[in-house]
């Protein structure tokens, strides 16, 4: 057991709340989780975390149980001996865009709790709403419309905020609360996201809002570093907006640093030290970014359920169609992120219409049609590439319908785009993994530069991060390897399911180890990573010849793309 000072990390997502400890060397010296439906279903009526009124679109948290989760897991984690004395710093994260309203009561019941007493008992009368929206959460389109309008365009609000309005955002949340609970919004004094409402209340106060989790508002001035006013006007009016700004409080432009020391209550009813800090808590998706050395040019592909393309850049150069946001740790640098509802189900369904595999791995006859085929499925000179798009879910990007669409171009320029037929279900194995690859590369097209050290190269990633069920996969790695790139090759990280309550631990390390606020976490946390125990090399990435094969189709896959959208747009 480390004798020197320990870092806590948590993570408040949808279905669980995690906690890790780790120590100065990053080594994990502790963890503990409480499982929302295995521990609270009953109580708290919800199924996979959420409660859901299908009426309205609305999906949403009981706060009470978040409230009950933090005594739980800090008990589980005293059961398993943790040595909580130690614990130096503590930092998390919490879902995105997800928002606590809390009342006028809130600030004096938390500086007064009592040890001997759990956290819910005494937290009964400190929130306006009894409910915290979740990122799932669908009931928002009309105030979305009216986001996108307000200040000229779709595209004028992404240069602002870093995003188009989307329904889960918490600018469009707060404009339908005003509206629609306005006696809820009245009550409110101030307005949390998950992340800073779990950092309240080992705070003993309420926490600001984080630098880079603000920015999943479609509220804040990205360019500016303040409220927009504009969009503050939209969602309260203007007689509203020093109101609203009240509620939404000031936020620290430094993502580290200390908030203050821990709470009086987790000292008397835990054995925290009263010399333990509270550092700013983050997103779960910036947290992702920070659960290890992601350098500018890094790019993190999560192949779950659903899709995310992940990366650390310099160049902010928002667009409708994706996001951008502060980085949560580097002043100056962006998160750039990528969401697809199409990601695992989809290959899952094109693998079900391919013969049965012999053997126990279901992906065995995919992976063999994957690697089989050629690239864009081209085996002769003079042959058409295939491109295609599979969604059995309607997309968010681009706002396409459910649908299938298959195409072919002239491979040697993309000329010549046609709608084509079914071509069978073996091209489409190896299709359909280029095609969510092609996506990410015209998307990040701009953000990707020569690597320094190789300049013959041409503009890609430079290491290329697996994450989620389908980087366990060795052919849709080589696909994603052939089509993106990644100069430094790809991998595949592997850190236990836990990114976002390690990256919050290793956010508190930085926070308070830092020799400065010049000492970037990169450097920090990258001096003391180990690599080997993280991360394995499953493919080269990038091949030449192969990778310039698929440029040449790129804007082929734009136009495939554009004419869908003539005909099937959401």
């Known amino acids: 057991m480390s004798a020197g000072p320990l870092y806590l990390g948590f993570d408040l997502s949808t279905q669980q709340l995690k906690a890790i400890v780790i120590a100065s060397d990053l080594k994990v010296i502790s963890e503990a989780k409480v499982d929302f439906d295995a521990d609270f279903a009953a109580k708290y009526k919800i199924k996979k975390g959420v409660q859901t009124n299908e009426d309205e679109g609305e999906v949403y948290a009981p706060v009470a149980m978040w409230v009950e989760a933090v005594d739980l897991v800090l008990t589980r984690l005293k059961e398993k001996g943790c040595p909580v004395g130690h614990i130096k710093g503590i930092s998390g994260s919490g879902q995105q865009h997800s928002s606590v309203y809390w009342s006028e009561h809130a600030e004096s019941t938390l500086k007064s709790l009592d040890s001997g007493k759990p956290l819910l008992e005494q937290l009964s009368n400190v929130f306006a709403y009894e409910f915290a929206p979740n990122w799932q959460d669908h009931s928002t389109q009309t105030e979305c419309d ?75 001035d990205i360019a500016g570093e303040k409220w927009n006013e504009s969009l503050l006007e939209l969602t309260a009016t203007k007689e509203g907006v020093p109101e609203l700004r009240k509620k939404l409080g000031d936020v620290p432009i430094d993502g580290g640093g200390s908030l203050g020391g821990i709470s009086s209550y987790f000292v008397k009813r835990y054995g925290f030290s009263p010399d333990c800090q509270i550092a700013p808590f983050t997103g779960d998706n910036p ?62 369904k094109v693998r079900d219409k391919l013969p049965k595999p012999s053997g126990s791995d279901p992906w065995e006859t995919f992976n063999k049609q994957v690697l089989e085929t050629p690239p864009l499925d081209v085996r002769n000179d003079g042959d058409k590439a295939k491109l295609g798009l599979y969604f059995p879910l309607p997309e968010i990007v681009p706002n396409i319908k459910a649908g299938t669409w298959r195409y072919t171009c002239n491979a040697a320029d993309g000329s010549d785009l046609k709608e084509t037929a079914d071509w069978g279900a073996e091209p489409d194995a190896r299709i359909i993994v280029e095609s969510q690859a092609l996506s990410m590369r015209l998307r990040s097209q701009k953000l990707v530069s020569k690597p320094t050290d190789r300049p013959h190269l041409p503009a890609q990633p430079r290491r290329i ?43 508190a390390l930085w926070a308070l180890e830092r020799r400065d606020a010049n000492e970037s976490f990169d450097d920090l946390i990258g001096a003391r990573w180990r690599e080997e125990e993280a991360i394995q090399k499953v493919d080269d990435g990038y091949r030449d010849g192969i990778f310039q094969n698929y440029g040449k189709v790129l804007h082929a896959f734009e136009d495939m793309e554009n004419k869908i959208l003539e005909v099937a747009h959401n």
């Open 465 to 507: 991060y697996l994450v989620g069920g389908g980087s366990l996969n060795p052919a849709i790695a080589r696909v994603f390897g052939d089509v993106l790139g990644g100069a430094d090759g790809v991998y595949k990280l592997d850190v236990g399911g836990n990114a976002c309550a390690l990256g919050g631990a290793y956010k």
């Open 287 to 348: 947290a992702t970014i920070l659960s290890l050395p992601l350098r500018p040019l890094d790019a993190i592909v999560s192949l779950g359920t659903s899709s995310t393309f992940l990366m650390n850049t310099p160049n902010y150069k928002p667009d409708p169609s994706y996001h951008f946001m502060n980085h949560p740790t580097t002043k100056g640098h962006y998160m750039f992120m990528l969401c697809y509802k199409n990601g695992g189900l989809a290959r899952e």
């Open 146 to 220: 009216h986001f996108d309008a307000y200040l000229g365009s779709k595209q004028k609000l992404a240069d602002a905020t870093g995003s188009s309005a989307h329904h889960r955002f918490t600018g469009t949340q707060i404009l339908r609360m005003r509206r629609r609970r306005p006696e809820v919004y009245n009550k409110t004094a101030r307005i949390s996201l998950a992340s800073s409402f779990l950092a309240s209340l080992f705070l003993g106060a309420i926490a600001p809002i984080d630098i880079s989790d603000v920015t999943g508002m479609n509220l804040w």
